[in-house]
């Protein structure tokens, strides 16, 4: 899935591969095992997939009673919590990694596994173990994440296991809720059920669908209008005469909602577009997504170091609203 951005495909970089069909077949043919985070319990997790989730069997699991080298010669397939880290040079020359973090579709080839497991020593292959894991592993889709300011300083310098178990342990991004995961999971499923891809780096929009913002309401999600401060490492809300002044150049109706009140509409059916934000390290995702479908109806894609949502943003999103009606008028 990279939106929470979401990516559908065999690669993150660039524009998404097919999926192998043998691999999507075997796919289909699993029984999906979903790793529960502990901030939501488990009957609303399997509401939300008895509403959305119908292209393979699922089972739902606890992540303290999640161990991956019990299940996978089993025929699962698992969605879970995954992050990898990337470093690179900054403006001034200094080195600085940047965290990715994601909700993970994913599948393991056992056959594989146990083949290079056999190679090695007993006395080694609790070393070798996580490589050879992650070498015979696919990924079909991720839903990229937004993490906290906060935990990503944590997470960048800690090691692997005590990083997933705090992803598991406290809801600490931006752009997850149940509402939020129940539309990405529509959209990851829709996209598998028709075999397509799906990149992150790319700008389009659905004329039609995002035509009804010319008449209708923009939702915009409390953690979009967040103001970064990196110099002194704050982050704060904006009052209303910043919200005002971000969104000046948008031409159309908005309003702000809460989290948590956003979430409730999704989970009601309610047909409301909203506002959809993800920055990692250096890219930006602006997306306009409606709560009802999940359907992702505008997205934009652009790079460089900014850690907040620009007036630019929303000009941008507002001259594309025009262009719907300008095409709908001739």
Not at 106 to 131: C, E, W
Not at 132 to 159: D, M, Q, W
Not at 220 to 241: D, G, M, S
């Amino acid at each position: 899935m990279a939106f929470s951005q979401i990516e559908v495909g065999a690669k993150r970089y660039g524009r998404s591969s097919p999926i192998n069909p043998e691999v999507l077949q075997k796919f289909k043919n699993s029984t999906t095992l979903f790793v529960l985070p502990d901030w939501i319990d488990e009957a609303s997790y399997e509401a939300i997939l008895k509403e959305v989730w119908t292209v393979t069997p699922y089972k739902l699991m606890a992540f303290e009673d999640y161990e991956i080298l019990d299940l996978y010669e089993e025929n699962y397939s698992f969605v879970t919590f995954d992050f990898h880290k990337k470093k690179r040079k900054n403006s001034t020359g200094n080195s600085v990694t940047a965290f990715y973090a994601y909700i993970d579709l994913s599948l393991y080839n056992a056959a594989g596994i146990n083949t290079r497991k056999n190679k090695f020593d007993k006395r080694v292959i609790d070393q070798k173990m996580p490589h050879i894991l992650k070498a015979n592993r696919t990924s079909l889709a991720k839903c990229y994440l937004y993490p906290n300011e906060e935990f990503i300083k944590v997470a960048v310098k800690g090691k692997r296991l005590g990083v997933l178990e705090s992803m598991y342990a406290q809801n600490v991004y931006y752009n997850y809720s149940e509402g939020l995961l129940k539309n990405y999971l529509q959209k990851v499923h829709s996209l598998i059920l028709k075999g397509n891809t799906y990149s992150l780096e790319k700008k389009d929009h659905h004329a039609t669908k995002l035509s009804k913002l010319i008449t209708g309401t923009l939702y915009l999600p409390a953690y979009t209008t967040l103001k970064t401060n990196i110099l002194k490492a704050q982050v704060n809300p904006r009052n209303e005469k910043e919200i005002k002044n971000l969104l000046q150049p948008y031409k159309y109706a908005y309003t702000t909602i809460s989290d948590q009140a956003l979430s409730t509409a999704i989970l009601n059916k309610e047909d409301i577009n909203y506002l959809r934000y993800v920055r990692i390290d250096d890219e930006s995702y602006v997306q306009v997504v409606n709560a009802l479908t999940g359907d992702v109806i505008y997205r934009d894609y652009y790079t460089g170091v900014s850690y907040n949502l620009k007036p630019k943003n929303f000009e941008y999103l507002s001259e594309v609203i025009a262009q719907t009606h300008n095409r709908r008028a001739k």
